[in-house]
């Protein structure tokens, strides 16, 4: 039992001498002041308690507040600290988050008794997710007892936990799954997709990644932009209060007019910033469109209706207001433009929205099947008036996606010279640029538009083939 019900008005270091009815409650209360496993310390918002597992008792951290818990089981050769920045991340979102080290028993037998837990804490509902060995605890604990947790997150699962095949149990699951691999993983790389494939396909999600990175190192580095968007989208599910964006013509107004219906969606980047976004179109090429600066989505709307018109599917996406990490935004879109089912993704993006675009294409490993930066600024760090000091040139050299840089010569933000060594250093690259200063969504959209720009933007994205790794290192 946890100290924390026993004693819920008293801070957990006061607690050895309000409830020292017991050895047990002291070891308990020491353990909140010296910190679980040197990582996690007993405090106002995080509580050490004791679960429960058959005959043992184990300690386990438990991180935040909030009616949805979420238990994180480890990987066998990691400690709860590797999934710290991840659950205090999550724990910041009203999600109540367990973590625990294995002790004796199976680890599946100790991650139901983490969601027992947490269900017991008053938790209404409970996600449970691992990576590696304990993805395949968290697949074995689900299948075992439907009714013990809303949701799985499974990172990096191999086929065997020990003598256990889990595929017997990947096919009993009952809830909602959300499976992620690198395509390069040594361990994983064949085992988790045909994980994925033997769960119930209505509520099934394969998230493949490129690189070798491994269960919790899926959520560190370049592959977190697209693997933590998978994730945090995926809980958005199992949310207190579910994102329900607002509607285009709310956020709008007249600009949607004669566009058509557009279908609000919501999404979160891989640092757990929520986002939300508009879908326009069907088709199996889906034209990501990142905004100018300081103007939204509702900028994008007659060129989006006009791809939408062409038999293209358009996600446009307002950035997150605060921060310079818009690249991880841009990385979100593409990915929820692929969980909606698209084959082929073109990332776009205009002025301050191109300059996201180029650095995601270029530091987030992701997949994608084109680039268009439309007089996407490469060097921002002196700009001021508020704008993110975006700096894509470092970047330049890892674009590896087809790229197409569309602007004007005398554009004082992104010139000639500009455009030329991002094409040089890119390994896929052309530029465009007509005469004059015309800007951003200007050359493709309104009386300012260039019918040779807007041909070869056409161009481009007709010819859009199968994605490709970009970004990675």
């Not at 020990?162 to 361990?187: E, K, M, N």
């Amino acid at each position: 039992m946890s100290i924390l019900r026993s004693c819920p008005a008293l801070l957990l270091v006061a607690l050895a001498a309000a409830c020292s009815g017991s050895s047990g409650s002291s070891t308990h209360a020491h353990r909140a002041a010296a910190a679980l496993d040197g990582c996690v310390r007993g405090g106002p918002s995080t509580a050490i308690v004791d679960v429960r597992a058959g005959a043992e008792r184990f300690p386990a951290a438990v991180l935040g507040r909030g009616p949805t818990g979420v238990v994180l089981a480890n990987e066998s050769d990691l400690g709860l600290c590797a999934w710290l920045p991840f659950a205090q991340t999550l724990s910041r979102q009203e999600v109540r988050v367990l973590l625990f080290d294995y002790q004796a028993e199976p680890p599946q037998l100790e991650a139901a008794a983490a969601a027992r837990w947490l269900r017991s804490a008053g938790a209404t509902r409970v996600v449970l997710g691992g990576a590696s060995e304990g993805a395949k605890a968290a697949i074995i604990a689900s299948a075992h007892d439907p009714g013990l947790a809303d949701a799985v997150v499974a990172l990096s699962p191999e086929r065997d936990l020990g003598s256990t095949d889990v595929r017997p149990s990947a096919r009993r699951l009952r809830v909602p799954a959300l499976f992620a691999v690198a395509r390069q993983d040594p361990y994983s790389a064949s085992d988790t997709p045909a994980l994925a494939r033997a769960a119930p396909a209505a509520r099934t999600q394969l998230v493949q990644v490129p690189g070798a990175d491994h269960g919790v190192a899926l959520l560190h580095g370049p592959p977190a932009a697209t693997v933590g968007a998978a994730v945090f989208t995926f809980l958005q599910r199992f949310a207190a209060a579910p994102s329900h964006p607002q509607p285009a013509a709310q956020e709008c107004g007249s600009a949607v007019a004669g566009t058509g219906s557009a279908r609000p969606v919501a999404f979160a980047a891989g640092d757990g910033v929520a986002l939300h976004g508009d879908v326009l179109g069907s088709g199996t090429t889906t034209v990501v469109l990142d905004h100018e600066y300081p103007s939204s989505l509702c900028g994008w709307f007659p060129y989006a209706a006009e791809l939408a018109r062409s038999g293209y599917r358009v996600l446009l996406f307002d950035e997150r207001p605060q921060g310079d990490r818009l690249d991880l935004d841009v990385a979100a879109a593409v990915q929820e433009a692929s969980a909606l089912g698209a084959q082929h993704v073109v990332a776009m993006g205009a002025s301050l929205g191109g300059a996201a675009t180029l650095i995601a294409a270029g530091r987030d490993c992701m997949r994608v099947s084109g680039v268009v930066s439309a007089s996407g600024e490469t060097d921002l760090r002196s700009y001021g008036q508020g704008v993110p000091p975006l700096y894509a040139v470092p970047y330049e050299g890892r674009i590896r996606a087809p790229l197409l840089v569309v602007g004007s010569r005398a554009d004082p933000l992104i010139g000639q010279a500009a455009a030329a060594q991002l094409v040089r250093r890119a390994g896929d690259g052309r530029a465009l640029l007509i005469p004059g200063t015309v800007h951003g969504w200007d050359l493709l959209q309104g009386p300012s538009a260039s019918a040779k720009i807007r041909a070869a933007v056409a161009a481009f994205l007709a010819r859009a083939g199968p994605p490709v790794a970009t970004g990675c290192p």
